[in-house]
């Protein structure tokens, strides 16, 4: 066969293989075959749009219209997930400017300023740490004047404890941490308890795994860290003692990608070797489902154990509290937990507690102002 003839037949080949491409995902839609479940983007495909004379509808239909075929169209969860695989595994590209990739597959979250929290630049200012000790001083004394304990704690991102797995080209500029400079300002002017738990943290990671590869979080074990600080700074008189790590269980399954590996679309792919901490007695805390009626809609969950006589606890955090909750649930009555940063009055002020815990990630402290002590806490101490 002459190079012309072979020329025309690959030509040919092409040409059918493009038409495939094309005609085999419509024939699917149409027929409704491998439509997909967006099981992994953790949302509801687009609905069909609604059929309606009005000129608001008709001219809203093109594009509710684009939005259903693109969520619906046939073989659309492999085909994207094949098109972020090339691009991850292949040309070692994020397919989303919320991730970076790391090294030896270490995923690190990239927005909300992570980059810069790393890089410690700029610094915070004197005007910033001295907003935040006057916040925090005067929600100590608040609560303080109503007998109350409160505890400030630091969640460090995964980039202040494993920078060795970020990319290359990532580099600390500011010679001091804004963690540092705001733990160092508020231990030397205020009376602000501060539970840092990066010490211990960075000598443990040497034997083990403190955060997932694939999630921006501190795994079970990361936690367990400053679970032991939070409780050691309470000082509870009585009550349960602050668990020791020979008290758990190490133990690790495999589960699908979790957070980050989810914005890539890759959540099924990189799989992730979870490691947990299994008490080795059952644990006595509980979740009251459903929530009863508060004064706050943000509430996520309130938690009790079997002892009344334990103390009361509410617990304001972000998303890296939830690994501390297993931990920090025993050793009260009752725990309320809102998904939120700031103290709040009304919750306080209905629940009672013996114990306040605020937690911050570490890259919202330079990014994220403190808020307003005296709107949050109103009220004068009684």
Do not use: C
């Not at 809203?60 to 659309?76: K, L, S, V």
């Not at 997932?212 to 009550?239: C, E, K, P, V």
């Not at 009555?333 to 919750?347: E, F, G, H, I, M």
């Amino acid at each position: 066969m002459d190079l012309p003839h072979l020329t025309r037949r690959l030509d040919g080949l092409l040409v059918v293989l493009f038409v495939l491409a094309l005609a085999v995902p419509l024939v699917g839609t149409v027929a409704g075959i491998g439509r997909a479940a967006l099981t992994e983007e953790h949302r509801k495909p687009a609905p069909f749009p609604a059929v309606s004379l009005t000129w608001a509808d008709l001219a809203a239909w093109p594009e509710g219209f684009t939005r259903y075929f693109a969520d619906h169209f046939a073989f659309r969860t492999p085909l994207v997930r094949w098109q972020a695989l090339l691009r991850v595994k292949g040309l070692h590209t994020a397919t989303t400017r919320d991730v970076m990739l790391g090294r030896d597959g270490w995923l690190f979250y990239a927005d909300e300023e992570s980059v810069a929290d790393f890089a410690a630049d700029p610094p915070m200012t004197t005007a910033e740490l001295e907003a935040w000790r006057l916040t925090l001083q005067h929600t100590h004394d608040w609560l303080a004047a109503r007998g109350v304990r409160f505890v400030f704690v630091i969640g460090p991102d995964k980039h202040v404890l494993y920078p060795e797995y970020l990319p290359a080209g990532i580099q600390r500029i500011g010679a001091t941490t804004r963690i540092d400079q705001l733990v160092t300002y508020l231990r030397e002017r205020s009376t602000v308890t501060v539970v840092d738990p990066r010490l211990p943290m960075a000598a443990a990671k040497a034997f083990d795994r403190l955060y997932h590869r694939t999630d921006t979080h501190w795994n079970a074990r990361g936690a367990f860290f400053a679970y032991q600080q939070i409780m050691d700074s309470l000082r509870l008189s009585g009550g349960v003692p602050t668990k020791g790590r020979l008290e758990f269980e190490a133990r690790s399954v495999m589960v699908p990608g979790k957070d980050l590996a989810r914005l890539l679309g890759l959540r099924s792919v990189l799989r992730e070797e979870d490691l947990v901490l299994v008490p080795r007695e059952p644990r006595h805390a509980r979740v009251v489902e459903p929530p009863e009626t508060r004064p706050t809609d943000e509430v996520e969950r309130i938690v009790t154990t079997r002892d009344g006589a334990l103390p009361r606890a509410v617990v304001f955090r972000d998303s890296f509290g939830s690994a501390l909750v297993p931990f920090l649930s025993e050793h009260f009555s009752r725990a309320v937990y809102l998904w939120q940063s700031n103290v709040d009055l009304p919750t306080i002020e209905a629940e009672h507690p013996d114990v306040v815990i605020q937690e911050w990630v570490g890259r919202h402290i330079g990014s994220v102002s403190p808020y307003d002590p005296v709107a949050a806490l109103s009220a004068p101490p009684q």
